[in-house]
């Protein structure tokens, strides 16, 4: 029998923008030592989630509130923009294939840097779209005017940044921000992949505007406040572009349980600037690590750090030697990135564990 798959998908190869470290422990048959490959935060959640999640239990046979009324509220309280400014969805994965499918037809083409965040290409090529790659500078980083000026020659209907920037942890300021917005051509959507925003220098990010219709911010609670397997993001953007997601979102996508934690964590700010500081110790660690064995470790704004094994083959033996020793972290799929291994930010205990493998893995390096 031949499947009656749409033009589009019949085109389609089946993809997997990240293995799972479930999907690789099955394979190993054991489970890992040390789970630093997924920027998961390693620092839990706050007890206020923890307590919100235990009342809110009783009531898991409830539906969601499909408007995410109180979650909206509150973001908009701590943003300062109005409940229309906001949108609710799957992490910023969901809101990325949401996106992609309301402002792409098939055969229009958006612009990313390449070896970027994969699972925005996972969805452009998987509704029908055509993917325009800029190389990252050198340092390396977007290359902000190489990919404005690439979405102005072609005509792009999506432009996508995340920043600061997986998988290089590199941070484009306000000004960098601020100039593609003005050159970006008036039919073209701007995604301000903003999922690291929480650990990146606050004077530096730019200011929320909400009234350019162009322009989408999206946030996560994945990171900070420990959510990653909650699934909830939200979207920042003018109301005639937020009233766009109405027209096909899944509105009980974001489950009851998760709203209610993700608005829970916005109750305890305290516990956030904890994370942020203890990530910027855990960096520090990384880089005096990557120094004492002569690895450069790339400067970051995130919640991990790419340390520089200088050419693929050394980058995919440390992968592979790092997980056989129970350690999982991962690498950038793309040239030239594909000669750093990302390495989470994990806990004082976490990082004296990885410092330990590391030291003596290199010996069977070269």
Same mark, same amino acid.
């Given at each position: 029998?031949?499947?009656?798959?749409?033009?589009?998908?019949?085109?389609?190869?089946?993809?997997?923008?990240?293995?799972?470290?479930?999907?690789?422990?099955?394979?190993?048959?054991?489970?890992?030592?040390?789970?630093?490959?997924?920027?998961?935060?390693?620092?839990?959640?706050?007890?206020?989630?923890?307590?919100?999640?235990?009342?809110?239990?009783?009531?898991?046979?409830?539906?969601?509130?499909?408007?995410?009324?109180?979650?909206?509220?509150?973001?908009?309280?701590?943003? =300062?923009?109005?409940?229309?400014?906001?949108?609710?969805?799957?992490?910023?994965?969901?809101?990325?294939?949401?996106?992609?499918?309301?402002?792409?037809?098939?055969?229009?083409?958006?612009?990313?840097?390449?070896?970027?965040?994969?699972?925005?290409?996972?969805?452009?090529?998987?509704?029908?779209?055509?993917?325009?790659?800029?190389?990252?500078?050198?340092?390396?980083?977007?290359?902000?005017?190489?990919?404005?000026?690439?979405?102005?020659?072609?005509?792009?209907?999506?432009?996508?940044?995340?920043?600061?920037?997986?998988?290089?942890?590199?941070?484009?300021?306000?000004?960098?921000?601020?100039?593609?917005?003005?050159?970006?051509?008036?039919?073209?959507?701007?995604?301000?992949?903003?999922?690291?925003?929480?650990?990146?220098?606050?004077?530096?990010?730019?200011?929320?505007?909400?009234?350019?219709?162009?322009?989408?911010?999206?946030?996560?609670?994945?990171?900070?406040?420990?959510?990653?397997?909650?699934?909830?993001?939200?979207?920042?953007?003018?109301?005639?572009?937020?009233?766009?997601?109405?027209?096909?979102?899944?509105?009980?996508?974001? =489950?009851?349980?998760?709203?209610?934690?993700?608005?829970?964590?916005?109750?305890?700010?305290?516990?956030?600037?904890?994370?942020?500081?203890?990530?910027?110790?855990?960096?520090?660690?990384?880089?005096?690590?990557?120094?004492?064995?002569?690895?450069?470790?790339?400067?970051?704004?995130?919640?991990?750090?790419?340390?520089?094994?200088?050419?693929?083959?050394?980058?995919?033996?440390?992968?592979?030697?790092?997980?056989?020793?129970?350690?999982?972290?991962?690498?950038?799929?793309?040239?030239?990135?594909?000669?750093?291994?990302?390495?989470?930010?994990?806990?004082?205990?976490?990082?004296?564990?990885?410092?330990?493998?590391?030291?003596?893995?290199?010996?069977?390096?070269?």
């Amino acid at each position: 029998m031949t499947l009656p798959l749409s033009k589009v998908l019949a085109r389609v190869p089946a993809t997997t923008p990240f293995v799972g470290p479930e999907t690789i422990e099955r394979r190993r048959g054991c489970p890992f030592r040390l789970r630093l490959g997924a920027n998961e935060s390693a620092f839990g959640v706050s007890p206020k989630v923890t307590a919100a999640i235990a009342e809110a239990a009783a009531r898991a046979n409830w539906y969601c509130d499909p408007e995410h009324f109180d979650l909206r509220t509150k973001l908009a309280r701590k943003h =300062g923009v109005e409940i229309e400014n906001l949108v609710i969805g799957e992490g910023i994965d969901g809101l990325l294939g949401t996106i992609v499918r309301a402002f792409m037809d098939p055969g229009d083409t958006a612009v990313t840097s390449a070896g970027a965040y994969p699972t925005f290409n996972y969805h452009v090529t998987g509704y029908g779209g055509r993917l325009e790659f800029v190389p990252y500078s050198a340092e390396p980083a977007n290359d902000a005017e190489a990919l404005v000026e690439t979405a102005r020659q072609i005509g792009a209907k999506l432009l996508y940044i995340s920043n600061p920037d997986n998988p290089t942890g590199s941070f484009l300021g306000r000004a960098a921000s601020a100039h593609i917005l003005d050159r970006l051509p008036e039919d073209c959507i701007f995604i301000l992949d903003e999922a690291y925003a929480e650990f990146a220098p606050q004077d530096g990010l730019p200011s929320i505007d909400a009234a350019d219709p162009r322009v989408i911010r999206l946030r996560t609670f994945s990171k900070t406040h420990g959510l990653a397997g909650m699934r909830a993001g939200y979207g920042i953007a003018a109301p005639e572009t937020i009233a766009v997601f109405d027209k096909i979102r899944l509105h009980f996508g974001v =489950g009851r349980l998760s709203q209610i934690a993700a608005a829970a964590a916005l109750d305890d700010a305290a516990f956030e600037r904890q994370v942020v500081r203890e990530v910027a110790a855990g960096r520090r660690d990384y880089a005096e690590l990557g120094r004492s064995l002569n690895i450069a470790a790339l400067p970051s704004h995130t919640n991990f750090v790419p340390f520089d094994f200088e050419t693929e083959a050394r980058s995919g033996r440390m992968l592979s030697l790092l997980e056989d020793r129970g350690v999982f972290v991962r690498r950038p799929g793309a040239a030239p990135l594909d000669r750093f291994v990302r390495v989470t930010v994990g806990t004082a205990a976490e990082r004296e564990d990885f410092a330990e493998v590391l030291r003596d893995v290199l010996r069977d390096l070269d």
